[in-house]
């Protein structure tokens, strides 16, 4: 049984309730995920989970940190190259609380002449103000939060438990969230594997964001 507090790895209703218009998961009896990353691209790590990933045949939506893409534009490539899915997590990965609405919404900006064109931006840390959500679709962005949260960066968690925290709560629809980062790589190079068996053996398919019905989504 993992340590981490529910309500982190599973944002609850009443929480989801809180921000209309932020995409959570998918609502479907199919057997389908959405696996996202987040805070690369990595030498190293990234090009390993794409790596992982095609073994599997599975698909995947990175979410991109603007300074590390600036540093490492060739890996950043190797995922378009992939036919991987990218969205922006701003450049300097800023949490809103601290940067405030000016600095926040730099940061986007800022994110965004280093990504490209893209449809999707997961707030840095998972923190944003339900009003800021309106603003940020006008950039033609969809805000994207998670229905599991592996907690792969926790250094106090084994990867046993980061394993459990997604396989004890995926459901048809869930949008999950694994880091292709340094932090999160002793946890990642074990949980990855395992969740991307478990996957397979038990019927799921691992679907690219851009294939969610508008219409079918759900808290």
Known sequence: ??????????????????????????????????????????????????????????????????DNIRKY?????????????????????????????KGYFEDIDRGLEYCGKVNWFRPPHGIIFPWWVSEIRKKKLQ???????????????????VTDNVLSNVRPGSVIVFHDSLKAWPNLKIALPAVLQWLKTNGYTTELLTTINQNKRKL
């Open 143 to 161: 805000v994207v939060l998670w229905d599991v949260l592996s907690c792969d960066y926790d250094r106090t968690l084994s990867p046993a438990e």
């Open 73 to 101: 534009p060739g890996v950043f490539g190797k995922l378009r190259q992939e036919g991987f899915e990218t969205g922006t997590h701003g450049y300097a990965h800023q949490p809103g609380h601290k940067t405030g609405r």
């Open 1 to 66: 049984m993992s340590k981490t507090n529910s309500w982190i790895v599973k944002p609850p209703l009443w929480l989801r309730w809180l921000f209309p218009g932020v995409l959570w998961r998918q609502n479907t009896e199919e057997k389908r995920v959405f696996l996202t990353f987040d805070d690369g691209p990595v030498p190293g790590v990234t090009p390993w989970v794409i790596e992982q990933l095609n073994i599997a045949d599975a698909k995947a939506t990175f979410f991109c940190i603007g």
